[in-house]
């Protein structure tokens, strides 16, 4: 037998099982394609729907131009120019440069975004007392979404070296928030007081938060920790701005400070309690405060938390009492809201603003 024999039996029909094998690759394949290429439809079109809810509330999502990818296991959305108009009086119009929406196959009830900033803020007179459009950047922003059944249950939102400030600011003269990193989390949660209301569970952290506004002294960074309920909260409550409070406090609303946390340099405020909204428009309920750190033993030493840490403790240490948290000195005492006053004990110590 010769040598051309072999390579000829060598280059014969590949075996069945070899084609078999083949084939249903190539009709996995296919059948994927096909999935993913319908599964896709599906969610562009429940999209659509959610938008065009949206714009029944008065809440308008739109997009100079709009893509769709991910294939094979993911879905990608990507949104040009982004915008979100809020129908309230004065209308708020906010725009960003490029948002981008991810959610795998298996999951498609979790939705993970990213921001690109700068984000505009536009609005009418009535936005922070003036008519320059607000301007927020950052580094880094994501939020995560869970949605079962197309439901908002969860949110989770993050920022990275973030600012917020007028556009075109002058440092002295405008309002302007910045932090090193900004975390909000929100989950389905507390019930109201008939026991079937839906609440929100939430919590907010913050690293180096500087806060100023027009005359105010530069104060230094504070770390803020809040864990806390609010009763009967609703994303539809949440939704309308101008009607939130005065429907808030139809509904029964309030809010539980499970852990309040603020540091700023060596002074600790802490508190914990419950407020709420009032048919007045005012703010009700009752807070157990502490203050811990060298200054408060020496009020007006430093000027904690823009001079207020230093008055809270005098009023405390005559009405409250000493004690210490983590081995620093601290007074602790109660401060209740009623009336339309703030009292520390029996003493009131300034008068409340309506709210609405």
Not at 9 to 23: D, E, I
Not at 142 to 166: E, F, K, T, Y
């Amino acid at each position: 037998m010769s040598m051309t024999d072999d390579r000829k039996r060598g280059l014969g029909r590949p075996p069945m099982a070899l084609v078999v094998l083949v084939l249903l690759i190539l009709a996995a394949i296919g059948a994927w394609s096909y999935f993913w290429s319908v599964a896709s439809r599906r969610a562009e079109a429940a999209l659509e729907s959610w938008l065009a809810v949206e714009a029944t509330q008065g809440r308008v999502h739109s997009c100079s131009e709009r893509s769709t990818g991910g294939f094979p296991f993911r879905f990608e959305f990507v949104c040009e120019s982004p915008s979100f108009t809020l129908s309230v009086q004065p209308e708020v119009v906010a725009t960003g440069q490029e948002l981008r929406a991810v959610l795998q196959v298996w999951r498609p009830e979790h939705v993970i975004v990213e921001l690109d900033g700068p984000l505009q803020v536009a609005s009418g007179p009535d936005l922070l007392g003036g008519s320059r459009p607000l301007v927020a950047s950052w580094d880094l922003m994501q939020a995560s979404l869970h949605m079962p059944l197309g439901r908002l249950r969860a949110i989770d939102v993050a920022a990275d070296n973030l600012a917020v400030a007028p556009e075109g600011r002058q440092a002295a003269e405008d309002f302007a928030l910045e932090a090193r990193r900004l975390e909000f989390h929100q989950r389905e949660g507390a019930a109201g007081p008939s026991g079937d209301d839906q609440g929100m569970d939430l919590a907010v952290s913050a690293k180096d938060l500087m806060i100023t506004y027009p005359g105010a002294t530069r104060v230094e960074p504070v770390d803020v920790n809040l864990v806390g309920s609010a009763v009967a909260l609703t994303p539809e409550l949440v939704a309308r701005p101008r009607e939130f409070l005065p429907r808030w406090q139809e509904a029964g609303g309030r809010f539980d400070i499970q852990s309040l946390v603020a540091r700023q340099q060596d002074t600790r405020f802490i508190a914990q309690g419950n407020l709420q909204p009032e048919a007045d428009g005012r703010l009700n309920g009752l807070l157990s405060l502490a203050l811990a750190g060298p200054d408060v033993t020496s009020p007006g030493a430093t000027n904690a938390f823009g001079g207020v840490a230093p008055f809270v403790a005098t009023a405390l240490r005559f009405i409250g009492e000493r004690t210490e948290i983590e081995g620093e000195p601290a007074v602790r005492g109660e401060l209740r809201l009623r009336n339309g006053k703030a009292y520390i004990g029996n003493f009131p110590v300034a008068d409340l603003p309506r709210l609405f």
